[in-house]
């Protein structure tokens, strides 16, 4: 079944073997076996190389899935061997910055007999493959079956620029930020036309404006003059408040269908740090 598997994901028996480092013939082989014992042809010859046939289309996710929850489970298990008081947190870069880093000292000082280790990154966590414990990450709610979720707080984005560049170009209606450069969150495109919709206008043609990986840049070019920014408002509060960066349509407020939530595998909610840690989280107010 795993040499099957992983022929089917790579439709090489080559590239399969050098995953399970064994040789081409033994994958070959062990493919031919498990036809045999089930009685049915799972690949054919295609004019494109390796191909699954019908019945090996249909039986690649079950055994895929099938595999995926073993793991899972060994993982799971695995981990109740390493230190109970030890917590690896994985969240987005700009939200640990912004949001969870100024928060963590009142988590350390009620719980001072709990570790927390903390990593960044901008995707989806594999929880059953990766050495990760909780994550706060940003999603519409459709979150793997083997996740449980607890949803924390909505996103409500607001726009955002330096104040030297509206005092030049000045923002007083929706129409008005057609004289500025829109800078682009790259794994947020949606998020202008999300804007121009509720204000009821069409977006811009042509080539969108600069982009940037993380919110933490675009804040960081909306506050030195590059344009106007679709940011989280309390991403923002800092600059609002300090005047480095203004709001020049606070009636323009777009909630977005997204939130942020706490993530972690289903069956480790019972764990000390996990609920000590979730506890604290949800009695946080935004």
Request: no cysteine; charged share 25%.
């Amino acid at each position: 079944m795993r040499a099957f598997t992983a022929a089917g994901r790579h439709l090489s028996f080559t590239r399969a073997a050098q995953e399970l480092h064994v040789t081409q013939g033994a994958v070959s082989r062990l493919v031919k076996q498990l036809e045999a014992d089930l009685g049915v042809q799972l690949f054919q010859r295609g004019p494109r190389g390796l191909e699954l046939t019908e019945m090996g289309a249909a039986y690649l996710p079950a055994l895929n899935d099938a595999f995926d929850r073993l793991t899972a489970a060994t993982r799971l298990v695995a981990r109740a061997g390493r230190p109970a008081n030890r917590l690896t947190i994985t969240t987005l870069p700009t939200f640990a910055m912004r949001w969870f880093m100024p928060r963590l000292a009142d988590f350390q000082r009620r719980h001072p007999e709990i570790t927390v280790d903390v990593t960044s990154a901008d995707r989806r966590i594999d929880f059953a493959r990766e050495a990760i414990d909780v994550g706060l990450q940003y999603g519409a709610g459709d979150w793997p079956d083997e996740l449980e979720a607890s949803f924390l707080f909505p996103e409500t984005v607001i726009l955002v620029g330096a104040p030297a560049l509206l005092k030049s170009r000045p923002v007083k209606r929706p129409e008005d930020i057609r004289r500025h450069a829109l800078l682009t969150h790259s794994t947020r495109p949606e998020a202008w036309a999300e804007w121009f919709d509720q204000a009821g206008m069409k977006p811009p043609s042509g080539n969108p404006g600069p982009a940037f990986e993380h919110f933490f840049m675009s804040i960081e070019a909306a506050v030195n003059g590059l344009g106007l920014a679709l940011v989280p408002d309390f991403y923002v509060s800092t600059e609002l408040r300090e005047g480095r960066l203004v709001e020049p349509l606070p009636g323009q407020r777009v909630r977005r269908p997204g939130g942020y939530y706490l993530l972690h595998l289903k069956g480790r909610a019972r764990e000390p740090a996990i609920r000590a840690f979730r506890d604290w989280l949800l009695s946080l107010p935004s």
